[in-house]
C-alpha cells in the first residue's frame, strides 16, 4: 500500500496550498481530487465570477464614453462568447495546477476520497495510507426546500447556462446574489433580488449596505427586501416565482445564493472521531486539529471565513507547523483573522478591511468617523450621479483605525492597500501625514479631516 506523510482530499485552495508547501518542506504528499483542479475558486467562483463581472461591466463603460466624445455603434453581447471563452480560460488554469503540483512532487490521485479509519483514505479501488490527512473538501451551495425548488439553480450551474435569460430572480442577501445581480443587470437581463430581511449584506457597514441598495436601484435592479419565496412553477419555457407577500414575478430563471454547507456525503467521517459544529462544519481547534488526532481540516469546510486568501493561508500555516515548525516564526506559523479584507465585485464594488462601525460600538470602542461621499472624476463628463463612499471608523482613545470602507470602482484594489496599513497598526495621524495621490479617488482617504457630528 502506498504510504504518505499527509494525504489531502480536496485540490481546491486550502488544499493545493498545504499540498505544494508541504512538498516543498519534504514531506512525501498526494492530493485527491474527485472534480476539477482548484476547487470551488478556479471552477465555480472567483475566477468565473470576476470574468463575468468584467463582461458585465462593458455596458457603462459603452454609455459612460459618450460624454468623452466616442461614439459607440449598437452594441451586441453574444453570451456563448463569453461562456466559452471563460470555460478556456478555466482548462488552462486548470491544466497549470496540474503542472504546478506535478513540479512540487504532489502526488495527484483523481477520484472520490473515503477515510476508511484514522490513516487510511480510499481512492476508487485503492487504499493509501498516510501518517496524517488533511480534510480540504470545501462546501456546496445551499438551497432551502420549497415547493418547484427542482427549477431553481445555484451558482454552480450558472456559470453554464445554455441561454442567457431576458429576466432573472435571484434569491440571497450576501455576496453572491449581490454579485451576480448586478452580473446579470450588466449584461442587459432583468434582474430582481429578493432578500427576506430588510437590507441585504449584513455584517457590512450600515452606510455602505444603503448606499449599494441604492445605487443597484439607480441601475435598473428591482431589490425586494422583506421578501421570501413560497413557490416556483413552471409556466412554459419561463419560471413564475410566487412571494410570501402575495406577489408573482416572472422569470426566465431563478438562482438561490442562500449560503454554503460543508461537503461532507461519502466522505467516511462516521470511520473516525472527527466531531462537527452545530452548523455542521467540522470542528477543528487552533492548529486545524480534528478530534482525530491524525487527521487535520480548513478551508470552508471549517467556515471560519469562506475566502479563498483565508484557505491559503490557512493551508500554508498547517504544512509549515507540520513538517517545518521551527523554520518560521510564531507571527509566519500563525494565521490571524482579525483584520481580514474582503471586497463584493458588485457595480459599484464594495471593499472593507477592520471593523463596521456598528461591530467598532458594539465592541465598546468610543469611535470618530470620518467619510465622504461625492461624485468621482471618472464620472464628470458623463451623465451619471453614481457615488463613491469613503469611511473610516477611528478608535478615540489609541487613535487607531479599527476599519476602512468604501463603495467604488476598484474598491477591492484600493482596500487592499489600507489593509497593509491597518494590519501594521496605522493611526488615524499616519493617514493624515501621508501624501496623496492626485488626481485619485483613493486620495480622499488620507484627507478626510473632519469627524462626523
Ligand atoms: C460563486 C462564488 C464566488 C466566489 N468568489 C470569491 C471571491 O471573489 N473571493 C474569495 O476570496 N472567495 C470567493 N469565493 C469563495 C472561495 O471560492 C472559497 O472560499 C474557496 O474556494 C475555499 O477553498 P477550499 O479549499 O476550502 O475548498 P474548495 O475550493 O471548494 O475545494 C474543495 C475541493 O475538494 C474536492 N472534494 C470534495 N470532496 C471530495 C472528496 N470526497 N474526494 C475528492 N475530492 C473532493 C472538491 O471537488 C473541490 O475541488 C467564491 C465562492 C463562490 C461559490
Ligand atoms: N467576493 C468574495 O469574496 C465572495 C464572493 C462570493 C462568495 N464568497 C464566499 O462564499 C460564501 C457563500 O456565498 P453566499 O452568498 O451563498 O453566502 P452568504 O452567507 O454570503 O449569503 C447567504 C444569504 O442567503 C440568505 N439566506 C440563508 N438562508 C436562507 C433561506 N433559507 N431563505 C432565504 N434566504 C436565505 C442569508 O440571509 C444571506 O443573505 C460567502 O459567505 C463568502 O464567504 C465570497
Request: charged fraction near 25%; include cysteine.
Amino acid at each position: 500500500m502506498e504510504h504518505y506523510d499527509l494525504l489531502v482530499i480536496g485540490a481546491g485552495s486550502g488544499g493545493v496550498r498545504a499540498s505544494r508547501t508541504a512538498a516543498a518542506l519534504g514531506a512525501r504528499v498526494a492530493v485527491v481530487e474527485e472534480r476539477d483542479l482548484g476547487g470551488t475558486c478556479v471552477n465555480v467562483g472567483c475566477v468565473p465570477k470576476k470574468l463575468f463581472v468584467y463582461a458585465s461591466q462593458f455596458s457603462e463603460q459603452f454609455s459612460r464614453a459618450a460624454g468623452y466624445g466616442w461614439s459607440v455603434p449598437e452594441r451586441e453581447f453574444t453570451w456563448a462568447t463569453l461562456r466559452e471563452n471563460k470555460n478556456r480560460e478555466i482548462s488552462r488554469l486548470n491544466g497549470i495546477y496540474d503542472r504546478m503540483l506535478g513540479s512540487a512532487g504532489v502526488d495527484v490521485l483523481q477520484g472520490h476520497g473515503k477515510i476508511l479509519g484514522p490513516n487510511k483514505v480510499l481512492v476508487g479501488e485503492t487504499e493509501y495510507s498516510a501518517d496524517r490527512i488533511l480534510i480540504a473538501v470545501g462546501g456546496w451551495p445551499f438551497v432551502p426546500d420549497f415547493p418547484g425548488r427542482e427549477h431553481v439553480i445555484s451558482s454552480n450551474e450558472v456559470f453554464f447556462l445554455d441561454q442567457l435569460p431576458d429576466s432573472m430572480v435571484i434569491v440571497g442577501g450576501g455576496y453572491i446574489a449581490c454579485e451576480f445581480a448586478s452580473i446579470f443587470n450588466g449584461l442587459g437581463v432583468k434582474t430582481h433580488l429578493l432578500y427576506r430581511r430588510d437590507l441585504f449584506l449584513r455584517g457590512f457597514d450600515r452606510d455602505i449596505r444603503e448606499l449599494m441598495a441604492k445605487e443597484m436601484q439607480a441601475k435598473g435592479i428591482e431589490l425586494h427586501f422583506n421578501t421570501d419565496v413560497q413557490k416556483v412553477e413552471r409556466d412554459g419555457s419561463d419560471l413564475k416565482v410566487f412571494t410570501d407577500i402575495g406577489s408573482t414575478i416572472d422569470a426566465g430563471q431563478v438562482m438561490y445564493a442562500t449560503g454554503r454547507r460543508p461537503l461532507l456525503q461519502g466522505l467516511g467521517l462516521e470511520n473516525t472521531q472527527v466531531a462537527l459544529t452545530d452548523k455542521g462544519q467540522i470542528e477543528v481547534d487552533e492548529l486545524f486539529q480534528t478530534a482525530e488526532p491524525s487527521i487535520y481540516a480548513l478551508g470552508d469546510v471549517v467556515g471560519r471565513m469562506e475566502l479563498t486568501p483565508v484557505a491559503l493561508a490557512e493551508g500554508m500555516s498547517l504544512a509549515r507547523r507540520l513538517f517545518a515548525p521551527l523554520q518560521f516564526s510564531e507571527q509566519e506559523l500563525k494565521v490571524d483573522y482579525s483584520k481580514i479584507p474582503t471586497a463584493v465585485f458588485t457595480q459599484p464594488n464594495i471593499a472593507t478591511v477592520g471593523l463596521s462601525e456598528e461591530a467598532a460600538r458594539e465592541q465598546g470602542f468610543d469611535v470618530s468617523v470620518f467619510k465622504a461621499s461625492f461624485t468621482p472624476m471618472p464620472l464628470a463628463l458623463t451623465d451619471s450621479d453614481e457615488k463613491v463612499l469613503v469611511k473610516l471608523v477611528v478608535d478615540k482613545a489609541s487613535d487607531k483605525v479599527l476599519g476602512a470602507h468604501m463603495v467604488g470602482q476598484d474598491a477591492g484594489e484600493i482596500i487592499q492597500g489600507l489593509a497593509v496599513a491597518i494590519t501594521a497598526g496605522a493611526t488615524k495621524a499616519d493617514f493624515d501625514r501621508t501624501i496623496g495621490i492626485h488626481p485619485t479617488v483613493a486620495e480622499e482617504f488620507v484627507t478626510l479631516r473632519t469627524p462626523e457630528p
